[in-house]
Nanobody, 126 residues
Framework: EVQLQASGGGLVQAGGSLRLSCSASGFTFDDYTIGWFRQAPGKEREGVSCISRVDDSTYYADSVKGRFTISRDTRDNAKNTVYLEMNSLQPEDTAVYYC????????????????WGQGTKVTVSS
């Protein structure tokens, strides 16, 4: 069974940090580009960041550039994990964050996703 699970969300004050984790099972993680998306109440889902399976090249939405960092865990016992380090969080970052897997950086950015995970809620208070 394919599973993607996002975790690490929570409540944080503006200016604070959180690290989200995306763990996977049931498919070969390294064969996929992994992306993070978010959906705030009343808003459309938006792509936040993704990391290529080919060369670990990355994409960041303009709204998070310089504040968020995506990375893969390369340790043998945690290879099926991608992180999203979020710093200098602002109230407008409040959303449910989802991780997803697809083929190709451009495809994932465009929302062409093979597998979606369950989300984790991030709330940033002012």
């Amino acid at each position: 069974e394919v599973q993607l699970q996002a975790s690490g969300g929570g409540l944080v004050q503006a200016g604070g940090s959180l690290r989200l984790s995306c763990s996977a099972s049931g498919f070969t993680f390294d064969d996929y580009t992994i992306g993070w998306f978010r959906q705030a109440p009343g808003k459309e889902r938006e792509g936040v960041s993704c990391i290529s399976r080919v060369d670990d090249s990355t994409y960041y939405a303009d709204s998070v550039k310089g504040r968020f960092t995506i990375s893969r865990d390369t340790r043998d016992n945690a290879k099926n994990t991608v992180y999203l380090e979020m710093n200098s969080l602002q109230p407008e970052d409040t959303a449910v964050y989802y991780c997803a897997a697809g083929q190709g950086l451009r495809n994932v950015i465009d929302g062409q996703i093979d597998y979606w995970g369950q989300g984790t809620k991030v709330t940033v208070s002012s």
